[in-house]
Every structure is written in structure tokens, then in C-alpha cells.
């Protein structure tokens, strides 16, 4: 079977539309006939400061946001990044083998660095990138599922592995991104050009373990455009159009579908069914989340086992690399 790896960062406690849509519903729907290997990226979530307390029981809530989703810790190994150490000890090798012109072409660190300013930009932001190529490399995944915004640290993580093989002998598998086109990028509500992200706060993030009277409301003041019909076209009608995506992807029904379901009705038409179909899935899973949660002992067992399960395959990895790079080996 083939294997696959993806993650997410507990920066924020809720994941959001995009998270959901772009990342969480594939991997629930790779576990059928794929190896999958689920991580709570928390190495990755100290990369823009945070606090301890919240770092820890939001680690714990997006476990369970995982699983309340769908992801079957009986299937798929689920576990947390820092619980495996090899992520950042083969980071470390990796980033050795990255040219620092090669890390600065990086667009999310360019947009994050700008965002936070220089004196607010960590090193460890820097090198995320090389340390998700560690998560993904680490595990001999061929396939990574994500959204649009990570094909360029994908690519990324090909040359690394390219590079370490040519250099140092046939060791890494080169992975590909799955990125399915419909749910590639979700936009944010109120500025629909850009990503919607955990990093970026504001009403035009949607939540999903915001309060779903917020949610609704936050839809129903969707930005749209001045025309009135509903019709995707991203050029001259984003938030119609991201809105017309998040139907489709909730309730199935195709795009031109949705255009013929709408023909002469108007957007509040839209957001309301928008609202409608959102809700039907964040009602039940925000119990399911709640339940996970008022158990910790028991998620923390899952996690425990995830990362045993991880650590088979994580360690005999690091232990080859160790060896082609000429580490003298420990006895
Ligand atoms: P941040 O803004 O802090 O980077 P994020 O919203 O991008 O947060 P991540 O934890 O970095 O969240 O990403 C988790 C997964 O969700 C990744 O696979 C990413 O590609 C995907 N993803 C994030 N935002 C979107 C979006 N707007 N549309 C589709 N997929 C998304
Ligand atoms: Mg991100």
C-alpha cells in the first residue's frame, strides 16, 4: 500500500474551513486503501511564538479534531511530532544540505516574515520547510496530502531527498503532493483573494469549533460583489465563488449543479445554504470533539501508541542516514 504523511499545526485550538476541506477530508478518505501516518505538527507551531500552557491543550484539541473527523487511529497512525525525535534530528542533516538561497525562495516565509516584521522572525520559521521535508522523509511517504499553499515546500522536500540520494546513496523516496483541485485553496470570507489561515484572525475565518451561531453568521456577511447572480468565476467574483466551492464540496453537488440550482436567485440565497451545509457537519463533530476531549487519558493513550507505531519506522530511517552521512556510530 502506498504510503502517505500529512500534518497540521496546533497554533491555533480550532482548525478551520480550509484546514477541513484542503487537508482533514483527504486524509480521512486515504485511509482506505493507503499507509497513513497523521501528525500534530507541534515543532512547527513554536515557529512564531506561543504560549505553553495553550501549546499543550491545543496539541491534545486538534488530536481530537483529527479523529472527530474521521481519521481511525486503528487504520492510520496518529501521533505528535515531538514525541518522535528523529523529526528533528534528520531536520538537522536536511538543513545541511539546503542552499540558503534555495530556503529564501520560500513564499510562505516570505509572506510570514513580512507579516511579522524582522524582529519578530525566527530562524525556526526559516527553516520550517526543511524540517517538514524531515516529517515527510522520514516515513518514506509517496504521497502528501495538502492544500495548494504547501506545493512549493513539497517540491522542496524533492530536491532534498534527490540531493541526499545522489550524494550519499539511493535512501529517501521522492514524494508527490496530492492536492485535489476543487478543495485546493479555501478563501478567506472577508478578503476571498486570500488563503483563509489560522494565522490570520479576522471574521472571514471560519472555525470549526467557533460557536455555530458565529459561524452562520460569519457566512451570512460573507463578502461578495456587486453583481447578483451565482456563478463561479474566480476572476471577477472570488467570494461568490469560494462560496459556490464550499457548497460543492459539503453537499456533493457540482459546480454547474449548484449555477443551475440558483438561476435566478440571489446570494442570500447561497449563503444560506452555505450555512446550512457547513453546520450539518460542524454540529456533530464539535460533540464528537467535546467527548474526545473529556476523556484526555484516553487520547493520550491513542497518542502514546501513534507514536510507538511512528518511531518504528521514523528510527531505522534516521539510523540509515546517520550511516551514509558518516556519523560515527554510538556504542
Ligand atoms: P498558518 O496560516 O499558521 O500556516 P494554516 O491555516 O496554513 O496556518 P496549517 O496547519 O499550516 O494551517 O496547514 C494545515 C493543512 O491545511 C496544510 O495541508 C495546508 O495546506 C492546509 N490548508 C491551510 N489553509 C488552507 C486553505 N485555505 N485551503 C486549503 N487548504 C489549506
Ligand atoms: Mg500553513
Known amino acids: 500500500r502506498p504510503r502517505v504523511l500529512s500534518g497540521m499545526q496546533p497554533t491555533n485550538a480550532s482548525l478551520h474551513l480550509g484546514n477541513y476541506l484542503g487537508a482533514l477530508r483527504q486524509w480521512v478518505a486515504l485511509q482506505d486503501d493507503h499507509d497513513a501516518f497523521y501528525c500534530v505538527v507541534d515543532l512547527h507551531a513554536i515557529t512564531a511564538g506561543h504560549d505553553p500552557a495553550q501549546l499543550r491543550e491545543r496539541t491534545r484539541v486538534t488530536a481530537a479534531q483529527y479523529l472527530a473527523g474521521g481519521v481511525d487511529p486503528e487504520r492510520s497512525t496518529l501521533f505528535v511530532q515531538s514525541h518522535v525525535p528523529e523529526h528533528p534530528q534528520l531536520a538537522w542533516v536536511l538543513s545541511c544540505i539546503t542552499g540558503f538561497g534555495e530556503a529564501s525562495r520560500m513564499t510562505q516565509f516570505k509572506d510570514k516574515s513580512a507579516r511579522a516584521g524582522a524582529d519578530s522572525t525566527t530562524v525556526g520559521l ?3 520547510p526543511v524540517l517538514q521535508a524531515a516529517d515527510i522523509l522520514l516515513y518514506h511517504a509517496d504521497q502528501v496530502p495538502v492544500g495548494e499553499d504547501q506545493r512549493q515546500h513539497i517540491e522542496l522536500t524533492r530536491d532534498l531527498a534527490g540531493r541526499f540520494n545522489t550524494r550519499f ?11 485535489p483541485k476543487a478543495t485546493a485553496k479555501i478563501y478567506d470570507l472577508q478578503e476571498p483573494t486570500a488563503k483563509m489561515s489560522k494565522s490570520v484572525a479576522g471574521s472571514g475565518l471560519i472555525e470549526l469549533l467557533d460557536p455555530p451561531k458565529t459561524i452562520e453568521k460569519r457566512i451570512k456577511s460573507a463578502v461578495t460583489d456587486t453583481g447578483r447572480e451565482v456563478v463561479a468565476d474566480a476572476q471577477n467574483k472570488p467570494g461568490v465563488t469560494n462560496l459556490i466551492t464550499i457548497l460543492s464540496a459539503f453537499s456533493g453537488r457540482s459546480v454547474p449543479q449548484i449555477e443551475q440550482d440558483f438561476a435566478g436567485r440571489g446570494y442570500g440565497d447561497l449563503k444560506k445554504e452555505v450555512a446550512a451545509a457547513v453546520l450539518d457537519v460542524v454540529v456533530p463533530f464539535q460533540q464528537r470533539v467535546q467527548e474526545l476531549l473529556d476523556d484526555p ?17 521514523a528510527a531505522p530511517t534516521l539510523a540509515t542516514v546517520y550511516e551514509r552521512v558518516g556519523f560515527l556510530a554510538a556504542r
Do not use: H, M, S, W
Open 126 to 128: 526559516f527553516t520550517y
Open 297 to 313: 487519558a484516553e487520547l493520550d493513550a491513542v497518542l502514546a501508541r501513534g507514536a510507538q507505531k511512528a518511531r518504528e519506522v
Open 169 to 179: 546513496g539511493e535512501t529517501f523516496v521522492l514524494p508527490q503532493a496530492y492536492i
